[in-house]
């Protein structure tokens, strides 16, 4: 039989959920005085996630014009702005109001707009514009959810990230190079997350598969200076890494090897090894293929650190089951998986000691860790 969920704690029958389904019972709840403020919260928190898409767009309008980087100097008003942007002044009004409202920007009293601390903070955040912009594919995918559920035989994202299918030559330098921008970009606040929570203590050698250009690297080598680093990525991907390594002054302890997980044997000298938002572009075949070559390639004790947004498997979480979920699903071969999921994986390939501790930031990332054991104790 299928289970309904009626076990549910606090479900006795759902009498309640019906009576709050009743028109009725909502107009007269909106102004009864014990129960219309909780009305009204669960009205605006509805109304809200209506809106969501349209403040998705605004933001993305407020992007795609620079008014963040426009107001960084000072307030400015519609009309000043307007001619900036080729926006009539009565539309240009519409989207700062539009900004003002969301908390990203100020109104002034004379009508005057200025950048608020969270539109600043957008601008602090590397990358982050450039994934605001990149939306665009997405959100084609999204304008019809329920095909998308329905596995539609192509996607706009999934050709966004053509790398995700496996392609280890062939991928052209514009579209690797743009992978790689955006990756290296928005790996910063990932890295900072990931080596707040995990300790590289004791690590000799620390390999970064599917590494990119280096970013992760780059962050682990200014947090263990004494250790020796490998980069794993195709080919297409690291061919901008030695610049970026030598920007970074550490391109003389990084070695660089190209080569495809799917395909091509992973390197055996590190006694640890990173997958930095890996897992989550890929099946679960795939993901286990991997974590095998994983850890036939780690030495005894070795560990394996994974860092990536995670659903919230008993507890559904808003970044990682909304979000990440959806997003994953439109890559067409991605799948967002709770740290219990990802602990199971990594267990049935042989790794014992796994922890995922609380994140510091769930939209980010969580970490979670495990040791191969030592067979000859």
């Known amino acids: 039989m299928f289970d309904t969920g009626a076990d549910l704690p606090g479900w006795k029958g759902g009498w309640l ?29 509805i109304f809200d996630l209506v809106q969501g898409f ?28 307007g001619m900036d942007c080729a926006i009539a002044p009565d539309r240009m009004t519409i989207l700062l109001q539009a900004g003002a409202a969301m908390g990203l920007l100020k109104r002034g009293r ?73 990756m290296t970009e928005s790996q910063g606040l990932v890295a900072q997350d990931t080596l707040r929570q995990v300790s590289l203590k004791g690590v000799k050698h620390l390999m970064d598969i599917g590494g990119g250009t280096g970013a992760f690297l780059t962050a682990a ?36 090897c190209a080569g495809s997980f799917r395909d091509d044997p992973v390197p055996t000298d590190a006694d640890a090894i990173s997958l930095i938002r890996v897992l989550y572009d890929h099946s679960d075949d795939t993901v286990s293929a991997l974590l095998a070559k994983v850890f036939d390639a780690l030495p005894e004790g070795g560990r394996l650190i994974i860092s990536e947004p995670m659903g919230g498997g008993a507890s559904p979480d808003r970044s990682g089951d909304v979000y990440f979920a959806f997003y994953t699903m439109a890559m067409q071969t991605g799948l967002t998986r709770s740290a219990e999921e990802i602990g199971a994986l990594c267990a049935a390939a042989g790794s014992e000691n796994i922890r995922s501790p609380k994140p510091l930031r769930p939209f980010v990332t969580r970490t979670l860790t495990c040791v191969k054991p030592n067979l000859h104790i």
Request: hydrophobic share 45%; no cysteine; aromatic share 8%.
């Open 17 to 45: 959920n019906r009576l709050v389904a009743n028109p009725g019972f909502q107009n007269w709840a909106a102004w009864f005085p014990l129960t219309r403020r909780n009305t009204r919260q669960d009205g605006q928190a």
């Open 54 to 81: 349209v403040q998705s767009q605004a933001l993305m309008a407020l992007v795609e014009l620079q008014i963040l980087e426009r107001l960084r100097a000072g307030p400015r008003n519609a009309d000043v702005l």
């Open 110 to 182: 004379k009508g005057g707009y200025a950048l608020a601390r969270k539109g600043a903070a957008i601008l602090g955040v590397p990358g982050l514009q450039a994934m605001i912009r990149h939306h665009r594919a997405f959100y084609r995918d999204l304008e019809d959810p329920v095909a998308l559920l329905r596995e539609p035989d192509t996607t706009e994202l999934s050709q966004f990230w053509p790398y995700v299918f496996g392609a280890q030559s062939g991928i052209a330098p514009d579209v690797a190079r743009t992978y790689s921008n955006l």
């Open 221 to 256: 080598a200014k947090a263990a200076p004494n250790i020796d680093l490998t980069l794993f990525d195709l080919a297409e991907v690291v061919a901008d890494a030695p610049q970026r390594l030598e920007d970074a002054g550490i391109d003389h302890r990084v070695s660089i």
